[in-house]
């Protein structure tokens, strides 16, 4: 038994290896520079200070970047879910033989990258772009709507990104759920919405949770979408980090900032796991 | 067989006598101390330098010439925090004028020993500073389009006239220029933009446009979706070689310099190859195939534009008396400041 053990313990070692040299350092040498003061010029001075957290937490424009970031993500999440939901039902219980070819459609656009899909975006919303030409030709409109840069264009835009995580994700838990246990339900009277909210929903939860952290995480750290789908006006916490230590060259606030940004997006992750898995449990 | 042996060992200590000396006679090509590192932007900067220094005057001396390529804060992070290496990574860096200024108050810079560069008598005296050497330059103009800006406009405070509402735009990435703008039409110098930023608040009543990068606004502008903006006289040449319809006017208040820098690190491992950089960069074909394909003035003399170009790309007598050089010093210690308020305030 100890052999088997030693080796178990030898072979986890390279990953753990792994993630501490190639996530827990950088993050414990991140958060000593978020206590570093930053000087213009000098990039940053040695000190242990919490001035750029005060500083985050006390200007109105910072939170208010953080709460936008939240809500979008939220949107965005919610968007994915109840759009999401459907299709990766219909995905699992398909029995066509062109299923494979289906799944492949929904992973596609991953294999596009972040900033060629909002590309995409830009051109169907610019001023000029497929949108409104199309709603000016149909005679909706008389003068071109502000479609681009816009808190809407964003979340559409991360929207359709992250949806195929969420169906991805989903439908390999729904697969997992016996169809005859819907059936059973119909037959003891149930109807559908019933079928789905005390049978589905339930069983499908771990695929829902697994789900909507995933999107939720990925909307918090949004960065190209934001940039080109929102401008210059819209902030997010993501091009907000990005700023800070490549525009400005302060590694203190920036640090400072990638740490509010992970602990916000951890701790409601944790929380709504939690409350979702109490809900459901009873 | 001890003979054999003799022979072998003789031939063996032959050879290494020949490659030996074949090595040393070799043209320095490939060597350590004929090679070095650049740090520069990429894209069309990094492509002509190559393509008018690099490949026809370094090359044939043996000169190897790698690119770090980045924006310029990042390269700016990176001397800072090589500063305390004895061998940095790079010999020369290419920086706009604020950020080389930057490098030296933070004390990472090489003086420049002028000596050791033969076309420096030819250096514009605007180019030259203790630390760096001013590549290429332009100034900051307005640009429009006359079909929807008419008559020209002559004064930033064209752009503040409700006349022309709703036709303005402004780039984000470019907020120091349009504080600068600001501020010259305000009571301000360019050594406190303060007034400006109360200028500049007046502007956003006018449903001024904003765009993230130089490129969405040259699209801008293309469309007719806004007809006037300020900007590089260089950038709109190439604006204009790329077919948007714009006109260039060195507004009466006075045309800020903008120069492109090249400074040597203190802790450069090959500062011999850095002057010899230098020196290449300056020769009038060099700065000739810059003017023309990237629209930006020689910083020599000696460089003699086209006719045809130097109109397109230059300035006037009267404009050049009107040349202002910003104060290198306020823009580093306040940059940050600056940015904040142009995103926090402004941009609100």
């Known amino acids: ?282 | 067989m001890n003979k054999s042996n003799d022979f072998t060992r003789r031939r063996f200590v032959k050879g290494l006598a020949v490659a030996g000396v074949a090595t040393l006679g070799r043209p320095g090509r490939g060597t350590a101390a004929e090679k070095m590192v650049l740090g520069t932007w990429g894209g069309d900067y990094s492509k002509l330098l190559t393509q008018n220094v690099e490949t026809p005057i370094l090359a044939p001396k043996g000169i190897e010439v790698v690119h770090d390529i980045a924006g310029d804060p990042q390269r700016r992070a990176k001397l800072v925090a090589e500063q305390r290496l004895p061998r940095g990574t790079t010999d020369l860096q290419a920086l706009s004028a604020a950020g080389s200024r930057e490098m030296f108050n933070a004390g990472v810079l090489e003086p420049i020993d002028y000596t050791k560069i033969a076309s420096a008598p030819h250096l514009l005296a605007p180019m030259k500073t203790p630390f760096s050497v001013g590549h290429i330059y332009s100034g900051q103009v307005i640009l429009y389009n006359p079909a929807m800006i008419s008559p020209a406009p002559t004064s930033y405070n064209d752009l503040w006239d409700s006349r022309h509402a709703g036709k303005v735009g402004v780039i984000d990435i470019q907020y120091v220029g349009m504080l600068e703008a600001a501020t010259l039409i305000s009571g301000g110098n360019m050594e406190n933009f303060e007034p400006g930023k109360a200028k500049l608040m007046e502007l956003r009543k006018l449903n001024f446009k904003m765009y993230p990068t130089n490129e969405a606004m040259a699209q801008a502008l293309k469309t007719g979706e806004v007809g006037m903006c300020v900007m590089w006289k260089a950038r709109g040449v190439m604006w204009q070689n790329a077919g948007v319809p714009v006109q260039a006017v060195a507004p009466k208040e006075g045309v800020v310099l903008y120069v492109s820098d090249f400074v040597i690190p203190k802790n450069a491992p090959n500062k011999a190859a850095a002057y010899a950089y230098l020196d290449a960069m300056l020769a009038p074909s060099a700065q000739i195939g810059f003017a023309e394909t990237m629209g930006y003035n020689p910083t020599v003399s000696n460089a003699k534009v086209p006719d045809a170009v130097a109109r397109r790309i230059g300035f006037t007598k009267d404009e050049q008396a009107r040349l202002l050089s910003p104060n290198y010093d306020y823009i580093a210690k306040n940059d940050s400041q600056l940015k904040e308020w142009w995103d926090k305030i402004f941009k609100a």
């Open chain 1, 1 to 282: 038994m100890a052999p088997r053990r030693s080796v178990a313990g030898a072979l986890v070692g390279p990953a753990t290896l792994a993630v501490v040299l190639g996530l827990l350092v950088p993050l414990a040498i991140l958060f000593r520079y978020s206590l570093n003061r930053f000087v213009p010029g000098r990039l940053m001075v040695e000190a242990l200070t919490a001035e750029n957290y005060v500083k985050f937490f006390t200007d109105p424009y910072y939170v208010a970047v953080l709460l936008r970031t939240l809500r979008v993500s939220g949107i965005c999440m919610v968007l994915c879910l109840v759009l999401g939901f459907p299709l990766a039902y219909a995905l699992a219980r398909t029995g066509s033989r062109w299923k494979s070819v289906l799944v492949m459609l929904v992973v596609l656009p991953l294999f596009v990258g972040n900033a060629v899909r909002a590309a995409g975006w830009m051109v169907m919303f610019g001023s000029r772009g497929l949108l409104n030409t199309l709603l000016g030709v149909v005679g909706l409109i008389d003068r071109p709507l502000q479609l681009m840069y816009t808190e809407g264009a964003v979340i559409v835009g991360i929207t359709a990104i992250n949806m195929p995580f969420m169906v991805l994700t989903l439908e390999s838990v729904i697969e997992g759920i016996d169809p005859a246990i819907e059936d059973a339900a119909a037959s003891l009277g149930a109807r559908p919405l019933q079928v789905f909210r005390r049978v589905i929903l339930p069983l499908a939860l771990p695929g829902v949770l697994a789900g909507t952290i995933l999107v939720f995480i990925l909307g918090m750290n949004a960065y190209a979408t934001p940039i080109l789908l929102g401008g210059p006006r819209f902030q997010m916490m993501g091009p907000l980090v990005y700023g800070q230590f490549a525009g400005l060259n302060n590694w203190p606030f920036g640090a400072a900032l990638s740490f509010v940004l992970m602990t916000a997006t951890l701790s409601l992750s944790a929380v709504s796991n939690l409350w979702i898995q109490r809900r459901y449990r009873r």
